[in-house]
């Protein structure tokens, strides 16, 4: 293959990895900038979104297209509302104090992580993709779902913007990212938004892990990557900052995913990891975070 | 010395004489783990240098101890290097990585912080496998027969002695103690505290916060890195596990346990924990949901530790 197709090919894989990613980091991001704390556990949620999804799919036989959309709902309801018993049992009890929150999320992350292992095992695992379909570019051939997954992440991230900026929720939401306390003085439960917010930030992870899961294999390990790559470009662009966490998803899931087809996985992850020192030696606060006074 | 002072220096002395005695009457896979576990409590001393005392959480130290791992062993597998050179090789190495990487990562504050050593240290977790012709990656380097004994001051010391291993662990463990003892107590002690309880009030007051949070970095991170030395060249293995977030966790998890701030503590967590762990493991291939779950508990019901809980509750001379 030539240079130039090869290099389509290397960004449409750097695409779908940047709207997967784009959607963790995303959830990553609405935590943090709601109730300041760090959620270790988040690539926990989205692995669990796709072992979820994985068995939905293998419990409903009948087309592959059925199972992917029961899990598309499943998958994210049920992340969710442990993401939110969570809160409720175990961050609220430490005052989502953020030093104390990591540690307490790196505890889940181990809870959820073996505990799927108990259940899961640890063998990887592959779905069927909801539908075959090839696009045939004059120089290869494209997976068609792979395409539909930059569609309908973007599609997911059109919502959360019309959920944070048109509708009650995100008022109240936006309201205690603001002054936390000034909301609760007006009435907002602030403990309850508190809840939902980290509900939704893991359910947004468990749909990119839903997208990604006929694509990639189901395993009970595959948390760390993502959460690792969603810590890079939250910090890359600035912490709590969404737009800069949608840029930084882009630009740093199109590299990585270039890198990786022209060397090798490994090295775009240290390229991405230096990146990030290279931002904070320039930007300590990151590209769209807020400088502290 | 007043008398708070002399109670709890007798009692550190207690202790490493009780670990000195110990090998007289333990049976020898103990006196193994014990190894193990001492050298790991020095890891986790110097950890609770930064955490503890100038309340920086890092959750990267396994590089360090990574960096002291192979700075050590690398040399002796392909230069042939001598033990004891490559030893103070790796402590120079250890000092020099925390201080580059301190400078960077100190440039960010509270979460950041934490989000950036991760990073960090899985670079070096990365860098290991990538560079696995060099390294061994996965698998490890098992070091050579020349390594297992050295000529030290006209004495030949033999490394595959378990009596050989434990004092030489005991002694590193007994010299850090006693040095992080004396810096916690003396005036670099009290500015890490000072940084930690309220940085903005310690900056105005004249102080250089950056240069002590920096100093704290070095510290634990050549500590950190010297225990990743000793225990490569005591047990002749090196290996990209010791890189891994894993090891991070644990030294956390040690220093929360015994006690955060307390010279004792992470000592003590390193013992409860490693044989908490050892127990499971026994049991259960996912012994990682016990560390899981001793987390949340910990954070949640006892966020001082046994050492802290005790200094709060009936022994306020506790360093």
């Known amino acids: 293959m030539d240079l130039g197709p090869f290099l389509l090919l290397a960004s449409l894989e750097g695409l779908v990895q940047a709207a997967v990613l784009s959607l963790s980091a995303l959830g990553l991001c609405l935590v943090f900038g709601v109730l300041r704390v760090v959620n270790v556990a988040h690539g926990e949620f989205y692995m669990v979104g796709a072992v979820i999804a994985w068995s939905v799919s293998h419990a409903l036989s009948g087309h592959p297209l059925l199972g992917f959309l029961a899990a598309l709902l499943v998958a994210p309801l049920l992340v969710g509302l442990a993401a939110f018993t969570a809160d409720r049992v175990i961050l609220r009890k430490i005052n989502h104090n953020p030093e104390a929150t990591i540690v307490a999320t790196i505890g889940m992350l181990y809870v959820i992580q073996q505990s799927v292992l108990i259940g899961f095992g640890p063998d990887a695992r592959a779905m069927d993709p909801p539908f075959y379909f090839h696009i045939n570019f004059p120089w290869f051939g494209y997976s068609g779902y792979k395409l539909s997954v930059i569609l309908m992440a973007a599609a997911l991230l059109l919502m959360v913007w019309y959920v944070i900026s048109r509708t009650r929720l995100g008022l109240l939401m936006r309201a205690t990212q603001i002054d936390r306390e000034m909301a609760q003085v007006f009435g907002i439960p602030v403990g309850w938004v508190y809840g939902l917010v980290f509900a939704a930030g893991a359910m947004l992870a468990a749909l990119g892990a839903v997208l990604i899961a006929p694509i990639r294999q189901v395993h009970y390990l595959m948390g760390l990557d993502p959460l690792l790559m969603s810590f890079i470009v939250v910090i890359v662009g600035g912490l709590g900052s969404i737009r800069g966490a949608l840029l930084a998803a882009l630009v740093i899931g199109m590299s990585d995913g270039i890198i990786s087809m022209f060397f090798s996985p490994t090295l775009a992850k240290m390229i991405s990891t230096l990146l990030v020192a290279l931002v904070l030696i320039f930007k300590p606060e990151g590209l769209f975070g807020q400088r502290k006074s | ?319």
């Open chain 2, 1 to 319: 010395m007043d008398n708070s002072r002399k109670r709890s220096l007798t009692l550190h002395i207690g202790v490493l004489a009780f670990l000195f005695l110990l090998p007289f009457v333990l049976p020898d896979y103990h006196q193994l783990t014990i190894t193990r576990i001492m050298i790991l409590a020095i890891f986790a001393l110097g950890y609770n240098v930064l955490f503890g005392y100038a309340g920086l959480l890092s959750l990267g130290h396994a590089m360090f101890f990574a960096c002291g791992l192979y700075a050590a062993g690398l040399p002796i597998y392909h230069l042939g290097w001598a033990v004891p050179s490559a030893f103070l090789f790796a402590i120079a190495v250890s000092a020099l990585a925390a201080a580059l990487i301190g400078a960077i990562a100190l440039r960010t504050q509270g979460v950041a912080f934490m989000i950036v050593t991760l990073m960090f240290s899985q670079v070096v977790y990365l860098t290991t496998l990538y560079f696995s012709d060099t390294t061994g990656g996965d698998e490890g380097l098992v070091l050579p027969g020349h390594a297992r004994s050295f000529e030290i001051l006209g004495m030949q010391v033999d490394l595959t002695s378990p009596q050989v291993r434990y004092y030489i662990a005991l002694g590193l463990l007994s010299a850090s103690a006693l040095i992080v003892y004396r810096w916690v107590n003396g005036g670099l002690g009290r500015e890490w505290v000072a940084v930690r309880e309220n940085e903005s009030r310690t900056r105005m007051l004249g102080y250089n916060t950056f240069l002590i949070k920096l100093k704290a970095m070095v510290i634990s991170g050549t500590l950190s890195g010297s225990a990743g030395a000793a225990y490569g060249l005591l047990f002749a293995y090196i290996g990209s596990t010791f890189a891994t977030i894993q090891y991070s966790i644990d030294v956390l998890l040690f220093t929360l346990l015994g006690g955060v701030g307390t010279v004792l503590g992470p000592i003590l967590g390193s013992f409860i924990m490693f044989y908490l762990i050892d127990f499971f493991s026994e049991h259960t291939t996912a012994y990682l949901l016990a560390t899981g779950v001793a987390l949340i508990l910990l954070i949640m019901y006892f966020p001082l530790g046994v050492l802290g809980t005790l200094r709060k509750k009936w022994l306020p001379w506790l360093p």
